[in-house]
């Protein structure tokens, strides 16, 4: 199983950017960070719904502070195939057959309320399908539809302190 981190080409022009291959998702895009951690921030596991996923995204400028993003992934759920460790089987999301929508609108500012470091407010949405299968049958147990809000901020407080993180 090849493992990539991000592998991805992009487009840009003057107001919008088109993204295609494996990057962070649109949802929730705060990744936890800690002193304590080199590759994998602590708590990542915790309910953070970080990953990176194949997509196609495009962003674009609304104006001088609104951004706008939405992606089309493909359907990637964090349960495992229960089948055999050595070949790789779909997920729940996979089998869906089914993909995820994301998207998020940004407020981004470069001096933040007059503190003169960049500051951003963000709210996203998600929208994905997971097939659940039955035992050694293969019967389909249940489709569940999986819907997500968050909202995510990083707000300057001093030269050298942010207040960073999200809810969803």
Do not use: C
């Not at 104006?63 to 493909?74: P, Y």
């Not at 609108?105 to 309320?113: G, L, M, S």
Request: no cysteine; charged share 15%; net charge positive.
């Amino acid at each position: 199983i090849v493992r990539l981190r991000l592998a991805n080409a992009r487009l840009d022009w003057e107001k919008t950017s088109l993204t295609i291959g494996q990057d962070w998702m649109v949802f929730a895009p705060v990744s936890p960070t800690s002193l304590a951690a080199a590759a994998i921030p602590q708590m990542a596991a915790a309910g953070n719904n970080w990953a990176r996923i194949p997509q196609v995204k495009v962003e674009r400028k609304l104006n001088k502070n609104f951004t706008w993003a939405g992606a089309v992934l493909a359907p990637q759920t964090g349960d495992y195939p229960t089948a055999s460790t050595f070949f790789l089987q779909p997920t729940s999301g996979a089998s869906s057959h089914v993909p995820f929508f994301q998207s998020r609108i940004t407020f981004a500012e470069n001096n933040w309320f007059g503190a003169k470091k960049a500051g951003s407010i963000g709210l996203s949405g998600h929208y994905g399908r997971s097939k659940v299968f039955t035992g050694a049958t293969g019967n389909v147990k249940n489709e569940i539809d999986s819907v997500g809000v968050a909202l995510d901020w990083n707000f300057p407080l001093h030269a050298r302190v942010s207040f960073s993180g999200e809810g969803f």
